[in-house]
């Protein structure tokens, strides 16, 4: 299953990124990110001395939560609000519902198109994000080098950005099969982008940092809601009604 699902992912990734439009994206969020690092941090610094290294750690978790995981998931988010939709006003959804995948092949290869760029850009973004922060740190204030990413924190940034994405997709593939437009399904992206960014934020509204309780906690949650959606997305996608639609 996985197989042909990467193999349809792959073919579908090259073809989403003729677009113009989709090739903005990782661009503007890398370049908002090395912004964010590269200007932020230094003026974070004189807070530190008044309040704690506390405050710096708590600040370099909301900062870099939304750098790694909110932007990114814009990208997917896009790609995904497209998957079904799109491919009816391009009139490629009938050859591609008579193709021999199964609905379950299908619908993973059209999270696979989605997901993968935006876990690319978070990583990037997180590599990129510990070099200009570490790098203005080792000039300006060596003693607090390294102290950011902690082990809790790089966990929290390599595991929350598939998770959360995955989660916004299959919001989203299933959406793309109920509109009609994709302008629709676009506007509608952007509201479920503010359901990651409550989830990220959530430890920052109630005053505490994240721990590991919360993060495990978390990623438990999502990846279950995940998994729910995926078969929901599943169990809702009918063939002979989109063909229909068409």
Not at 78 to 103: N, Q
Not at 113 to 135: F, K, R, S
Request: glycine share 6%; with cysteine; net charge positive.
């Amino acid at each position: 299953m996985l197989r042909k699902a990467w193999i349809m992912a792959r073919t579908e990734i090259r073809m989403v990124f003729k677009s113009r439009q989709v090739k903005m994206v990782p661009a503007m969020v890398i370049i908002m990110t090395g912004l964010f690092a590269g200007l932020l941090t230094p003026l974070m610094l004189p807070l530190v001395a008044e309040v704690g290294v506390e405050f710096w750690d708590m600040m370099m978790v909301m900062l870099m939560g939304m750098c790694v995981v909110m932007m990114p998931a814009m990208l997917p988010a896009m790609i995904a609000a497209d998957s079904i939709v799109g491919e009816k006003e391009r009139h490629t959804l009938v050859p591609l519902l008579a193709s021999p995948l199964s609905d379950g092949e299908l619908l993973l290869g059209k999270l696979l198109t989605a997901l993968v760029p935006g876990v690319i850009v978070a990583y990037i973004n997180l590599v990129m994000g510990i070099a200009i922060v570490n790098g203005i740190l080792f000039f300006m204030a060596p003693a607090l080098l390294w102290v950011w990413p902690s082990l809790l924190a790089l966990v929290q940034a390599l595991i929350f950005p598939p998770l959360l994405s995955a989660f916004v997709v299959c919001l989203m593939i299933i959406i793309s099969g109920r509109v009609s437009k994709v302008y629709e399904a676009y506007q509608i992206a952007g509201s479920v982008i503010l359901v990651p960014m409550t989830l990220v934020f959530s430890q920052l509204f109630a005053g505490t940092a994240v721990n590991w309780l919360l993060l495990l906690f978390g990623a438990a949650i999502l990846g279950i809601a995940v998994i729910g959606l995926f078969q929901l997305a599943r169990n809702l996608f009918n063939r002979d009604k989109l063909v229909s639609r068409v």
